[in-house]
């Protein structure tokens, strides 16, 4: 196992460049996911730290290893990929024993990592099978099989869930956070859905235009984004960001429509500049239902029920901004209904108007 290190990490191709200064440790054992939306560079970093992409500038290093100019097999790593990659002429055993075989291991020591593998993975009775006659779940365990069995100081996962559909997605999420756990393999995961993201990593880089926004703990991320951009991307339904600006002593929000809040405590060093404000679905209540004293009027729009809740689309007064609002249990809401909601102070967040960075 190791430790893997990023130190000004950058990728260009020709004039544009993708990947633009990346400065981040990974902790021997850890687990970290790189989430962020399609053609954010996530994918490309992962690649450069598998060695399949040449790095453009800035240092790589695997332990205690500087990896800049060393080939993927000798990286020490091991990587399941979207498509599965199996031989479909080779059976289950073949194809994970396959990697073992090119490096010339005894054969009994082929058989007892394969053996192994399998008892892990559940595929003990499937070694004999060719990859057609599996699901795409068993599939890609398969690959994960063929990674464990080489041993590896780090896992390397692009986005192994994409294929799959969705009952089988939150199985495969399960299993692969188990294997994690149980193995203890430093583990670098990209995906673009932000639940994976969510329930998998001890940490998470969102990633957007080549830029590290944030990282952190999930829950970090989740409570306290740095950005608009981590704001709106981490959390389903997304938070809703409204357009706004503070009065000049900093002690109230006025939002595009005229709703005007309190804020709990004085921004007063931002006083009179535009912000963005953002509220979670999730911590609006019906009002009443709480003590807190932060109030808004929706416009019922549109109702989904969910069965163990409900999302409200509405607007702010006649003609103010949208907003979306998660309340427990089934509600009957008509269009045109008016909806009074609260919110705890703590759950509001503000971020700069024009750098979008996080205020207070």
Known sequence: MAEIVLDGVRKSYGKVEVIKGVDWKINDGEFVVIVGPSGCGKSTLLRMIAGLEAITAGEISIGDTVVND????????????????????????????????????????????????????????????????????????????????????????????????????????LEIKKLQEDLGITSVYVTHDQVEAMTLGHRLAVLNGGVVEQLGTPIEVYEKPATVFVAGFIGSPSMNLLEARLDEAGAFVVLAGGAKIALPSPLGEYGGRDVTFGVRPEHLEDKGKGANNLQLSLNVRVVEQLGADTLVHGTLGENGAELVARLDGIRTLSQGHVLELNMAAKSIHLFDGKTGRRLG
Request: hydrophobic content about 40%; proline content about 7%; aromatic content about 8%.
């Open 70 to 173: 060393l080939e993927p097999s000798e990286r020490n790593i091991a990587m399941v990929f979207q498509n599965y990659a199996l031989y479909p002429h080779m059976s289950v055993y073949q194809n994970m024993a396959y990697g073992l075989k090119i490096k010339k291991i005894p054969k009994d020591e082929i058989d007892k990592r394969v053996q192994r593998a399998a008892e892990i993975l559940e595929l003990e009775e499937y070694l004999d099978r060719p990859p057609r006659q599996l699901s795409g779940g068993q599939r890609q365990r398969v690959a994960m099989g063929r990674a464990i069995v080489r041993q590896p100081a780090v896992f390397l996962f692009d986005e192994p869930l994409s294929n799959l559909d969705a009952k089988l997605r939150v199985q495969m999420r």
